[in-house]
């Protein structure tokens, strides 16, 4: 399984970004897609998730401003941010937890990142 992230960038504070991240492979069905993102120097952290029923999950510090969603036809998961500051500026993982073409367990899967740094 793949994990293909896009649409990070260089951005002002309050503004916005869309990140994409499309999941490729011998997938049976897809449990969760979400996003976490790594500050310099701190530890990865949840950013949002989705089930495949829709319910999401959102660290307290994105609540209100970022909106995860996914598309179950094409593997994508889709994360709008907005009102970005500069506390928002890390680098975004892509992940997914998966039943694969001969297995009958979830797997966990890791996008390689994409880069967004808010900055005036």
């Known amino acids: 399984v793949q994990l293909q992230a896009s649409g990070g960038g260089l951005v002002e504070p309050g503004g916005s970004l869309r990140l994409s991240c499309v999941a490729s492979g011998s997938i049976i069905a897809i449990n969760t897609m979400g996003w976490y993102r790594q500050a310099p120097g701190k530890q990865r952290e949840l950013v949002a998730t989705i089930i495949s029923g829709g319910t999401t999950n959102y660290a307290d510090s994105v609540k209100g401003r970022f909106?995860?969603?996914r598309d179950n036809a094409k593997n994508t998961v889709y994360?709008?941010?907005?009102?970005?500051?500069?506390?928002?500026?890390?680098?975004y993982y892509c992940f997914t937890r998966v039943i694969e073409y001969g297995s009958n367990t979830y797997n966990d899967y890791w996008?390689?990142?994409?880069?967004?740094?808010?900055?005036?």
């Open 67 to 69: 909106t995860i969603s």
């Open 79 to 91: 994360l709008q941010m907005n009102s970005l500051k500069p506390e928002d500026t890390a680098v």
């Open 111 to 120: 996008g390689q990142g994409t880069l967004v740094t808010i900055s005036s």
